[in-house]
């Protein structure tokens, strides 16, 4: 099956860190990548959509200037948290579509910011 | 807005039984629906997906979808405790094909 790989897979730092997370879709060009953040015992909320090129697309309520989303090209999406803060800290996961394939998922970030 | 419902659970079945795992959605336009698996703290892992009206089967699993009714479903046939996790259905938004929204997932327990 496709495989997205997401890293890295847990961070700690000190609040005021900036945090890069990258999703890679290994076997397949992902036209579309999706960042989700998830927390405790709730669902996926989509944070953002990606397309290969061109601007992201936020989410009501997700602050655009706060968490930069980077799609270069069709294998790599790049999420970055600017100045993380402790209310930030959640299990971030990626998604990658593209051609026939349905969404398939990263492993999943684990942020905790102290 | 368009939501997608399931219920949350806990769903507790013996082991080798079968668990019916049931979700509704609201956007009539939707054309693709998906089941996911979500161990918990892990990322969700895709298991089925169904675009057309009736069943679909793989293994153990079988997926129902009746657009009619705005219903789609998730059979896991002689189930096992390996299978208790969070079952996430998901389906596509009728503007965009590949964007998806996700309900909240049912919990799912089977019982040795």
């Known amino acids: 099956g496709a495989v997205v790989s997401q890293h890295p897979s847990r961070v700690i730092c000190k609040s005021g860190t900036s945090v890069k997370i990258e999703c890679r879709s290994l076997d397949f060009q992902a036209t579309t990548m999706f960042w989700y953040r998830q927390f405790p015992k709730q669902s996926l909320m989509l944070m953002a959509t990606s397309n290969e090129g061109s601007k992201a697309t936020y989410e009501q309520g997700v602050e655009k200037d706060k968490f930069l989303i980077n799609h270069a090209s069709l294998t790599l999406s790049t999420l970055t948290v600017t100045s993380a803060h402790p209310e930030d800290s959640s299990f971030y996961i990626c998604s990658a579509t593209g051609g026939d394939q349905p969404q398939h998922f990263g492993d999943g970030t684990r942020l905790s910011i102290l | 807005q368009k939501e997608v419902e399931q219920n949350s659970g806990p769903l507790s079945v013996p082991e080798g039984a079968i668990a019916s795992l049931n979700c509704t959605y609201s956007?009539?336009?939707?054309?693709?629906f998906f089941w996911y698996r979500q161990y918990s703290g892990k990322s969700p892992e895709l298991i089925m997906f169904?675009?057309?009206?009736g069943d679909k089967e793989d293994g153990r699993f079988t997926a129902q979808l009746n657009k009619a009714s705005q219903y789609v479903s998730l059979l896991i046939r002689d189930s096992q405790p390996s299978d208790s996790a969070t079952y996430l259905c998901a389906v596509n938004v009728q503007t965009s094909y590949d964007k998806v929204i996700f309900g909240p997932g049912t919990s799912l327990s089977v019982i040795p």
């Open positions: 956007d009539r336009g939707s054309q693709s």
């Open positions: 169904i675009y057309s009206n």
